[in-house]
């Protein structure tokens, strides 16, 4: 784990969604910490996937009413990691200085979040809920979970990134033969960071073409510490909204809990799931596919070497937000530039 990313074990991250928390052990890892999620007394609970036993991980056990047992010897452990159960022990069980190790947890409108830090105190705060449009009546909103193979800021560029749908994703997203002049507005606060191209024209690729008419802006947005936001604006407000909430298990392998949002009355919901499921799952294995071959191309050479250029709108923004990880520590930015989008 780099020093960068282990930084970020204070903050928060999307573990699972609220209903994969069901009767068995979940496990995820987290900046590189092994996690078992299950439900205890109704709610999500999160412990270290370690027995402090013997060190078995938790998650290979069973959920035996609101505790966790290890599959070794049988310790039972409740949703706070107290040990309440050894099996072979005569009298009560009363081992609290054998606990499992917890981690902090949060279930919030559908979605489980987790911080991996011990230390108490050293938690940042849960990124506010504006980020996700589920609880949003204006919009239909599906959620959709997926991992690719990537540094995390690789695949927080990819999603922010304006210049590779003409490529990777051609005829469906943008065509690599119509260019336009486009200006774009780049602003960052302590908040986050916020690009604007002023597109004022009909885009051309297939699924903009389904759920878009006339377009005014383009919007890519991120929200320390990973979350990546896209948004196309009409005349009416905005046609479509992808909030993607990247959690990275480790240096090389993300998780991605997206919510897509389109406005209510477009057409059904359930048509537009079916449709957007389609569409989407097809531009996701075309990413998946290209962060999988920079990754493994990286590797071949054992180390990145990139070169820029102003249109690599994000990724400067990304990194300085990586590297600035206290939002009293940051400052504001504001610049343009015109592409050939
Ligand atoms: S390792 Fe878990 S009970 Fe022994
Ligand atoms: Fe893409």
Redesign the pocket.
């Known amino acids: 784990m780099t020093p960068a990313l282990a930084s970020l074990r204070g903050q928060w991250f999307v573990a699972c969604t609220a209903a994969e928390v069901a009767t068995r052990p979940l496990a995820r890892t987290i900046l590189g910490v092994p996690v078992v999620l299950f439900r205890s007394a109704g709610k999500v609970a999160a412990l270290i996937d370690r ?1 402090p ?4 991980p938790l998650s290979q056990g069973r959920v035996v009413g609101d505790l966790i047992e ?1 599959p ?4 039972s452990f409740d949703g706070a990691g107290a040990c309440r159960r050894i099996p072979g022990m005569a009298g009560a069980c009363d081992h609290r200085h054998q606990h499992a190790e917890a981690a902090a947890v949060v279930e919030r409108e559908g979605l489980v979040w987790v911080c991996v830090e011990a230390a108490e105190g050293a938690r940042e705060e849960l990124p506010p809920h504006r980020h996700v449009a589920l609880a949003d009546s204006r919009f239909d909103t599906f959620l959709w979970a997926a991992t690719a193979q990537c540094a995390l800021v690789d695949g927080l560029e990819n999603l922010l990134d304006a210049c590779h749908p003409h490529f990777a994703h051609a005829g469906l997203v943008r065509r690599a033969q119509k260019r336009r002049s486009v200006a774009v507005n780049v602003r960052r606060d302590a908040d986050g960071v916020e690009a604007t191209y002023l597109e004022n024209g009909r885009p051309d690729g297939l699924i903009p073409r389904l759920f878009e008419g006339q377009r005014l802006t383009s919007i890519g947005r991120f929200f320390p510490p990973s979350t990546a936001q896209l948004e196309y604006t009409g005349a009416g407000g905005p046609r479509f909204l992808l909030t993607s909430m990247f959690t990275p298990c480790d240096d090389q392998t993300v998780l991605i809990h997206s919510c897509i949002s389109t406005p209510r009355k477009l057409a059904p919901a359930w048509l537009k799931r079916m449709i957007l499921r389609a569409v989407f799952g097809r531009v996701l294995r075309q990413d998946q596919a290209v962060l999988r071959m920079q990754q493994e191309n990286i590797a071949r050479f054992g180390a990145a070497k990139f070169t820029s250029t102003p249109l690599d709108v994000m990724r400067p923004h990304l990194l300085y937000f990586l590297s600035h990880p206290r939002k009293q520590d940051r400052t504001d930015y504001a610049g343009s530039l015109t592409m050939e989008l």
């Not at 036993?53 to 078995?56: C, K, P, Q």
């Not at 070794?72 to 310790?75: A, L």
């Open positions: 027995c036993h013997r060190n078995a290890c070794y010897h049988g310790w």
